[in-house]
């Protein structure tokens, strides 16, 4: 069902675990599986310069996590906000249709952690 890369992704995904007092947190909930994620973002300067991650999901969940969370590594919280699930799944080289529901998990997740970072800098 999944293709090579993405299987390669949840066989050895990056970014799993928590960051010691992270600047930012996202917990999200899928509802149509009950599957749960929490991104946590290291943020300096507006900087993301540390993404991890923690799920009780599926594979495609897990592979758009760890790449999701490769993507935003550097990049402004500016530029994170605009990250989409379509473009992690692209990285990915696709998911089947019906998991394409997971990968909205990670662009969730990032996004509430994101303002959960401008939220606390106000
Ligand atoms: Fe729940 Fe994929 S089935 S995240």
Do not use: W
């Not at 909930?29 to 991890?52: F, R, T, Y």
């Amino acid at each position: 069902m999944y293709n090579e890369k993405v299987m390669e992704v949840f066989r050895n995904p990056k970014n799993v675990g928590e960051i010691e007092n992270p600047d930012g947190v996202g917990r999200v909930g899928n509802a149509s599986c009950g599957d749960i994620m929490e991104i946590q973002l290291k943020i300096e300067n507006d900087i993301i310069v540390d993404a991890k991650f923690r799920t009780f999901g599926c594979a495609a969940a897990i592979a758009t996590s760890s790449t999701a969370t490769e993507m935003v590594k550097g990049m402004t919280v500016e530029d994170a906000l605009k990250l989409t699930n379509k473009k992690v799944v692209e990285t990915l080289g696709g998911l089947p249709a019906q998991k394409l529901h997971c990968s909205v998990l990670a662009e969730e997740a990032i996004k509430k952690a994101i303002e959960d970072y401008l939220s606390k800098k106000k």
